[in-house]
């Protein structure tokens, strides 16, 4: 006001030479500082960005190539690029979804101005830059979200972004520990996205008290541990909420309560296997708190007991509730919760729980506004209710897997906008004709499987045009509907487990069918003439079928290919590799096929799984399979008649996690470079012709779950080695250990017992549930134990944890540190010579089932101990030398008098001979049920990988157990058993 008053008091010749001189020296000062001008960017800035897009790869599917980012044009006008109008500094880079690859250079942190970066949705992979972050103390907004970054996030530099109000780091492989240091400086964060990333270690158990700005957090699918941080209670603002993995707890502080008592502006809450199997109050605090909740899930979280009443009052008191989820909450019980006529609800998940009894018709009637309802997997009985038809905008219904009778409701076949239908796996009754889905135009998915289905009438062949998913299995068919021709749409269908036979319909192959299962008929061959040189397809499953005729590969470009369990008898063509392009599995088990195999078939470069198992194939194992081709992951040939040695050398880029080439004619010595595969997690070479010692060098694979060395020529003492440096123990990680039918001498080894920390780990399998569990990759295992099948879900717990030495030549004693392996199923040591005690240990190996140390040269008295195993349903002691009386009670109650037979000293029941009475020769009055010849051992294990669709691709392994030949034993004793 002071300048202004000056130049009015001024005349207006001396104002005007004032103004022109103002003029003058700013366009001098413009003229002097060039890189101010409006829009121009700074040459170091667009330098570094250049560097950047050095490091970028763009192809046929990116949207850009960033064509405008060029050496000496201003970068300021960059796709892109928003730089301040003022100092030309980049202040914004904006690059998400733009199809990008390729990997970052540190010349990012040189944008020192920079306030957003977005890189999300792209392709970027490798490590993130892990310097520099502390040259961004400007940056408000970083998102990174949905790529492929690898590695540890930053760890430093994190704490000078105090003006982050955005960070989304969702959807990468991230790993590694968060950073802890200065993140409770990010005080303005607002939105916060951990998710879908592989961070481990605890949470940062202070710093979120700090966040109090924030209303967005995701740390959904990560894999930290421990318990939620308590800090997560006091951030008042939030309106998202999700956290899960099944390594986190949420019992004891803070509570369910806790955690959720303050946040009143909640109104979405997403827990995923999240521990709450001991809070009993969370319905309660459900009830009482979350005054705005809008979305609830609580997937996995160990819920249990009956279905709180106060549920009912949740969703009474909550009118804006759109989703309830509690799935997979298996111990769940209880019925269907209440609806009121008054309600919002559109999505209701109540799945993998044990919910049962009818549903109520009112209560249904009432979810008018539902659009999603999933009861898979629950025990629901009874008629699904007519009022069922009340729900108009009904998208997606899942009732399979439940007990469901009477006939479906016609009020179901008239929902206008059902796009996907699950109704397989019930008891309705009578025959689902599939003309009654006619007016469901919309339908894009439909699962019947489990039901008799009829065919489609002539006129209704057209009545699915959008249908793309179907899945028929086990409907009791004999032939291929023939409506299918007329379905163009369909990209996943399922005929498997019904009862056609004859030729595979032509015009079904040549279908554009991404999936196409027809596994367990009677197909016999693939009619012809068909084209599929250039088809692309995910999976063609013919396996446990009966095709006679040479291996039609004429489809190089199906990723998952599966014959096994078939009658095809001929050779592997010579140039199977030209039919293998895109080939990820080929499964060929269990089939006639002769010959060798061929050479080409390295060539399959994308090869990862193949099984050939349970064929006729001679020759020489291919040694370019271990040198050239580094894409396998599992190898299955056992059950054919190889010849010659294990190829010596293997690729150090090995990425091999199974090795199954048990049953065949092999020889030598077993290679060394088995080192270079460090994910080998199956290793069975059982029953051929290897002449080595003990290979303690395996000990270090630190991944190994599955030894077995049994029937071959191996030798001399069994040693391990343990690593020196670390301390570690070799073998910590093997659950099944077989040693047996070789000529390994010596003593038994302690060491090698004291190594096997996963079996001494009690709680490694329920025996109420036989190993019915999946890996953490999601590959299905399936394991042979008696002839009984049982399906495996995780690798790190194959059921029925063994060892077996038998049929060796071991002497000295057992050791007593073996009753330290409490997570032990079956232990087999006969056959050996073994002298001493019988160590009372093993009283403390709980969760033993079967044992076998028969054949010895074992004395003294039966331990009482045995009797503490409550899980022991086979023992057998004969042929030793033990004495005294036989312990009763338990499990010593249910065995004959094989299992003591051809022990002098041995009395009491179950054998005739009572203590204290002998007979006037001397012996017990039952005779030796050992012939003159050596008995077949103790166990014959088998182990077999079997990869199934898993993106479509899953993994199988079957293991073998069998008990010492009760009709070997009859057929020499028979009398006397």
């Given at each position: 006001m002071v300048a202004i008053n000056a130049v009015d008091r001024l005349n207006p010749h001396s104002a005007a030479v004032v103004v022109l001189l103002t003029i003058i020296s700013l366009f001098s000062f413009t003229r002097a500082a060039p890189h101010l001008v409006s829009g121009e960017c700074l040459p170091i800035e667009r330098a570094s960005l250049l560097d950047l897009k050095r490091g970028f790869s763009f192809d046929m599917d990116s949207v850009t190539n960033l064509s405008s980012w060029k050496p000496g044009s201003n970068c300021c006008k960059w796709e892109g690029v928003t730089c301040d109008p003022n100092s030309g500094h980049v202040i914004s880079l904006d690059l998400h979804r733009r199809g990008i690859s390729g990997k970052l250079s540190g010349s990012l942190f040189n944008l020192t101005s920079l306030q957003t970066l977005d890189l999300s949705d792209n392709l970027f992979e490798g490590s993130f830059p892990q310097s520099g972050f502390e040259n961004l103390a400007k940056l408000t907004y970083l998102d990174l979200s949905n790529n492929s970054f690898e590695g540890s996030f930053p760890q430093s530099g994190f704490e000078n972004l105090t003006q982050l109000t955005h960070l989304d780091l969702s959807g990468n492989n991230f790993e590694g520990s968060f950073p802890q240091s200065g993140f409770e400086n990010l005080t303005q964060l607002t939105y916060l996205d951990l998710s879908s990333n592989s961070f481990e270690g605890s949470f940062p158990q202070s710093g979120f008290e700090n966040l109090t700005q924030l209303t967005h957090l995701d740390l959904y699918l990560t894999e930290f541990s421990g318990q939620v941080p308590i800090g997560i209670s006091h951030l008042t603002n939030l309106i998202f909420l999700g956290i899960g993995h099944d390594v986190l707890q949420l019992w004891n502080l803070p509570s369910f309560r806790t955690l959720v008592g303050n946040l009143t502006n909640l109104r979405e809450l997403y827990l995923f296997k999240v521990d709450m199997s001991y809070d009993q109050d969370w319905s309660n605090a459900l009830s009482t708190s979350l005054p705005r909740l809008q979305a609830l899930a609580l997937y996995s979280c160990g819920l249990s007991g009956l279905l709180p009443t106060d549920i009912n009052h949740f969703i009474t008191s909550h009118m804006n509730l759109t989703s309830l989820g509690l799935s997979d909450n298996p111990m769940l019980s209880g019925g269907m919760p209440n609806f009121p006529k008054k309600n919002a609800l559109q999505v209701l998940s109540l799945s993998a729980t044990n919910l049962s009894g009818t549903l109520p018709p009112d209560s249904l009637a009432n979810l008018k506004h539902l659009t999603d309802l999933d009861l898979t997997y629950c025990a629901f009985s009874g008629p699904i209710p007519f009022s069922i038809g009340n729900l108009t905008q009904l998208e997606y219904l899942y009732l399979s897997y439940n007990e469901f009778t009477g006939a479906i409701p016609r009020s179901l076949f008239e929902l206008p906008s059902l796009t996907e239908l699950n109704l397989g796996h019930n008891s309705f009754n009578g025959t689902v004709n599939l003309d009654s889905f006619r007016n469901l135009r919309d339908l894009s998915s439909l699962a019947l499987s489990g039901l008799i289905v009829q065919e489609v009438s002539e006129k209704y062949f057209h009545v699915f045009p959008n249908l793309t998913y179907l899945t028929l299995a086990s409907c009791g068919l004999t032939k291929v509907p023939t409506f299918l021709r007329y379905q163009n749409k369909i990209e996943h269908l399922d005929l498997s487990d019904n009862k056609i036979d004859g030729g595979i319909p032509n015009w079904i192959i040549d279908q554009n069918l991404s999936n196409l299962n027809l596994s367990n008929n009677g197909f016999t061959h693939l009619e012809e003439p068909f084209n599929l040189s250039m088809r692309q397809m995910g999976s063609l499953d013919l396996h446990s079928n009966m095709l006679q005729r040479p291996i039609p590969l004429v489809f190089p470009y199906v990723y998952y290919l599966d014959y096994s369990n078939n009658n095809i008898s001929s050779v592997i063509p010579s140039n199977i590799s030209s039919s293998l392009n895109q080939t990820n599995s080929l499964l060929i088990a269990n089939n006639s096929l002769q010959g060798q195999i061929p050479m080409s078939i390295c060539e399959a470069h994308n090869l990862q799984f193949l099984d050939l198992s349970q064929n006729n194939l001679s020759g020489p194992i291919p040694s370019c399979l271990f040198q050239n081709n580094s894409a396998l992951i599992v190898l299955k040939l056992r059950g054919n008649r190889l010849q010659g040695t294990i190829p010596l050398h293997l690729n150090e880029a090995c990425k091999l996690e199974a090795l199954i080439i048990s049953d065949n004619h092999l020889e030598g010595p077993l290679p060394r470079t088995l080192l270079n595969c460090t994910s080998l997690k199956v290793f069975d070479i059982g029953n051929n012709h290897i002449?080595?010692?003990?290979?303690?060098?395996?000990?270090?694979?630190?991944?190994?779950?599955?030894?077995?060395?049994?029937?071959?020529?191996?030798?001399?003492?069994?040693?391990?080695?343990?690593?020196?440096?670390?301390?570690?123990?070799?073998?910590?990680?093997?659950?099944?250990?077989?040693?047996?039918?070789?000529?390994?001498?010596?003593?038994?080894?302690?060491?090698?017992?004291?190594?096997?920390?996963?079996?001494?780990?009690?709680?490694?399998?329920?025996?109420?549930?036989?190993?019915?569990?999946?890996?953490?990759?999601?590959?299905?295992?399936?394991?042979?134990?008696?002839?009984?099948?049982?399906?495996?879900?995780?690798?790190?717990?194959?059921?029925?944890?063994?060892?077996?030495?038998?049929?060796?030549?071991?002497?000295?004693?057992?050791?007593?540190?073996?009753?330290?392996?409490?997570?032990?199923?079956k232990l087999n040591l006969s056959h050996n010579s073994l002298i001493g005690k019988i160590p009372p240990s093993i009283g403390n190996m709980t969760q033993l089932e079967q044992l076998d140390i028969s054949a010895n040269h074992l004395s003294g008295e039966i331990p009482q101990q045995l009797t503490y195993l409550n899980f022991l349903s086979f023992l057998n002691l004969s042929n030793n030398n033990l004495n005294g009386r036989i312990p009763q009670g338990e499990q010593f109650n249910t065995f004959s008098n094989a299992t003591y037979l051809e022990n002098q000293g041995l009395c009491g029941k179950p054998l005739s001979k009572q203590c204290g009475n002998v007979n006037p020769n001397g012996t017990s009055a039952a005779p030796s049920i050992i012939s003159d010849h050596p008995s077949p051992s103790g166990y014959i294990i088998g182990l077999a990988l079997f990869f199934g669709l898993g993106f479509g691709v899953g993994l199988a392994a079957v293991v073998v157990l069998q008990n010492v030949q009760w009709k070997f034993w009859k057929r020499q004793n028979g009398a006397h058993v």
């Open positions: 002449v080595d010692t003990f290979p303690f060098w395996l000990g270090n694979m630190i991944n190994m779950n599955v030894l077995i060395l049994r029937g071959n020529a191996l030798y001399g003492q069994v040693e391990t080695m343990g690593n020196h440096e670390t301390h570690e123990k070799t073998f910590s990680e093997v659950r099944i250990l077989d040693l047996s039918s070789n000529h390994f001498e010596g003593n038994l080894p302690s060491k090698c017992f004291n190594n096997l920390e996963s079996m001494k780990n009690s709680s490694i399998l329920d025996h109420g549930d036989k190993g019915d569990s999946m890996s953490s990759e999601g590959v299905p295992y399936e394991v042979l134990i008696n002839k009984q099948e049982f399906t495996l879900e995780r690798i790190l717990t194959i059921s029925y944890t063994f060892v077996d030495f038998s049929n060796n030549r071991f002497e000295g004693s057992i050791p007593e540190m073996i009753g330290e392996l409490h997570g032990l199923h």
